[in-house]
Structures are given as structure tokens and as C-alpha cells.
């Protein structure tokens, strides 16, 4: 069993991904970006969610479309599926799927997120999306 966390060792056990990571400027051309401070900026927001309700996979792609990190998509993607895989794996989290609009909890496990598959960031058939939920104690 995993043993629980803080929401601030959550925050703190965020892996960065490699030290550089493109982003877009204005002009359109590849800008280079500190990948460890969008890393640590996702994990505290995606804390944060999941500390109110659960969070979308494709909640953490839009929040990083949304930031001021500027991303690629490709970088966004990876990046969204790093945090909610390190989530996961540190045992604050478990995936779930959800049914839009109601948030109706869909039963079938999952265990892990595809690090190929982009269809993770849509809602499949019958509006069923992948979510996080948190397994921390809100104490």
C-alpha cells in the first residue's frame, strides 16, 4: 500500500522531464524553455484539482495550453502524460473514467496511460473521458 502524501510532497516528488523542452514564441519559431518549472507549475495545479474533485487528463493539456509556457503540443501532451503518470505511480491518484456531462463514474480499471495513444485527451464514445482521482487523505 502506498503510503500517503501531502499535497506539498506531491508537489515536491514532481520529476522534471529532460532540462530543455521547445515552446513557440510569437513569431512561431522553436523557443528553448526550462521544462522543470512547467513541470512543477502542472503538478501544483493538478494537485490542487484533485484536492476539489477529479481532473481530466485532458484538463492537464488544456491548463498547459492555457499557461504562459507556450508549448507545442506535442511538449504539452507529454507532459500532461508524465504528471498524471507520476500521480499514479507515487500513489496519489488513481485513473478512472468519467461519463460527460454527469461525471458519472464508469466502472472498468485502467492502470496505466498510453504514451502513444492521443485519444486520452478526447472523450471516447458516449462521452466516457480518462480522469484522475486523488487517494490522498483530505485530513
Do not use: C
Not at 11 to 33: E, F, N, T, Y
Not at 71 to 76: E, K, Q, W
Amino acid at each position: 500500500m502506498s503510503e500517503p502524501y501531502s499535497r506539498s510532497t506531491i508537489v515536491d516528488l514532481a520529476v522534471p522531464l529532460p532540462s530543455q523542452i521547445a515552446r513557440k514564441s510569437d513569431a512561431g519559431r522553436q523557443v528553448m524553455s526550462d521544462s522543470s518549472a512547467a513541470a512543477r507549475w502542472l503538478m501544483h495545479e493538478a494537485v490542487d484539482h484533485l484536492a476539489e474533485d477529479y481532473v481530466g487528463i485532458y484538463e492537464l493539456l488544456w491548463l498547459l495550453r492555457g499557461s504562459d509556457f507556450e508549448l507545442d503540443d506535442t511538449a504539452a501532451k507529454q507532459l500532461a502524460r508524465q504528471t498524471a503518470d507520476q500521480l499514479v505511480s507515487i500513489g496519489a491518484a488513481s485513473i478512472i473514467r468519467l461519463r460527460w456531462p454527469s461525471n458519472e463514474v464508469v466502472p472498468g480499471e485502467i492502470h496505466e496511460i498510453s504514451p502513444d495513444d492521443d485519444t486520452i485527451f478526447e472523450p471516447a464514445e458516449a462521452g466516457v473521458y480518462l480522469a484522475l482521482a486523488s487517494t490522498v487523505d483530505a485530513r
